[in-house]
């Protein structure tokens, strides 16, 4: 029994605007018509595998949930209260899967959700010649041949040959440029993909023997489970006390049995603007574009566009990323430094970025249309039968003007339906409720006007989704 194990964590700042704190790139169609966290599951469609393990943060369970219902792929989702490294996580996911599959010992593939492979066939053949050695009991880790002495990896050195693989002489870390260079030419060095097969029993009994305390944090942390509509709640207090540490260095460093195999199929970790343009469809002057745009003596640029149309004169080696309520222009060779914007916007405490202007819920989403003093509009989307909270608010009244669809609200002890240009008002205090009932999405303008408009004055009084 082979079972996903998708790591779905991380900010991706790299990627800012379009990845933020709130939606980062695993969750973004970045790469062909999924998500990256879609795409990592729907490469597995040509071997047997069950329903993936995701592992995620608490913030962003509802976007994995959506986006693994939407592919008919819903497996158990842990959800970490606080990210403790890759250790742990997978040592969660590892007690998961004997939990729900107590007659066997499932292989686990972890897997990041936010990489690019474009040769889905050899992949598939690396993960068949990996379930044999990985049934023997071996700790198998997929090395990248690498294509260029790239410095933003680690890398891997392979030992003695060995059944389709290598034994791992060892794991270093990032090397400078001359360093990366040696490593490529010698032909011995892989990159470090951080994929991985192995047995779950396999894994707990090395993190039991090289890192006990991680594997008894762990253990404790699964005691007193939660049930939550998809999600498994881990015990927060004792998963708090859990060391953090990745697994190369609490288990793959350490252990006897690791292995490394090559694999050669167009991976991509996608960690900056600049790799997005080496694997995108280019033009006649090696321009990457996605979105409405036009370009006059431009050459080798990335162009992200939004929903405006972008224009260039005369650019080289530039990346544009057009969002909503960002613009982001670089250099191309500069990309890595987006990260620097984003500790800018951060210790200004500017909402860019942790969250876009079109903001998704476990209902819909909303997009912030224009705010000021002490008014907000914002366009809000209904799914077809899901419900908003039963709340009420101290600061804001609100006016709902039904765009299309029909709504049905409730005020106080009253329910109606309110259809096409009818609207209704929402007095501050009044508790209240908003639902599709229809079989179309249903589109209102949401006018809010009051002394305090963030979203922390929501008293939520019933909720469908397990929102305190």
Known sequence: MLIPVVMAG??????????????PKQF???????????ATIKRLSAIETTAPVTICNEEHRFIVAEQLRAINELGPI????????????????????????????????????????????????????????????????????????????????????????FSVDS????????TAEQYVDSGNYYWNSGMFLFKASRYLQELNQHRPDIAQACTASLKNTAKDLDFIRIDSQAFLACPEDSIDYAVMEKTTEAVVLPLDAGWNDIGAWSALWEVGEKDSNDNVVKGDAILEESHNCLIQGGERLVTTIGLDNIVIVDTKDALLVAAKDKVQDVKNIVSKLKAQKRSEATIH??????????????????????????NPGAKLSVQMHHHRAEHWVVVSGTAKVTKGDKTFLVAENESTYIAIGEVHALENPGKVPLELIEVQS?????????????????RS
């Open 28 to 38: 973004l169609n970045l790469y062909g018509e999924h998500s990256m966290l879609q």
């Open 357 to 382: 202007r079109q903001v998704y819920r476990p209902w819909g989403m909303y997009d912030s249309v224009d705010a000021g003093h002490r008014h907000q509009v914002k366009r809000i989307t209904v």
């Open 171 to 178: 794991f270093v870390e990032k090397p400078d440029q001359a």
């Open 450 to 466: 009051g002394s305090y408009l963030g979203e922390d004055d929501i008293v939520r009084l019933e909720d469908n989704y397990g």
């Open 10 to 23: 991380g900010s991706g700042t790299r990627l800012w605007p379009l990845s933020r704190a709130l939606h």
């Open 78 to 165: 842990i959800l970490e209260p606080e990210g403790r490294n890759t250790a742990p996580a997978i040592a969660l996911a590892a007690e998961v899967s004997q939990q729900q599959h107590v007659d066997s010992d499932p292989l686990l593939l972890v897997l990041a959700a936010d990489h690019i492979i474009e040769n889905e066939s050899a992949f598939i053949s690396a993960i068949q010649k990996a379930i044999p050695l990985a049934e023997q009991g071996k700790m198998v880790t997929f090395g990248i041949v690498p294509n260029s002495a790239h410095t933003g990896y680690g890398y891997i050195k392979r030992g003695v040959e060995t059944e389709n693989c």
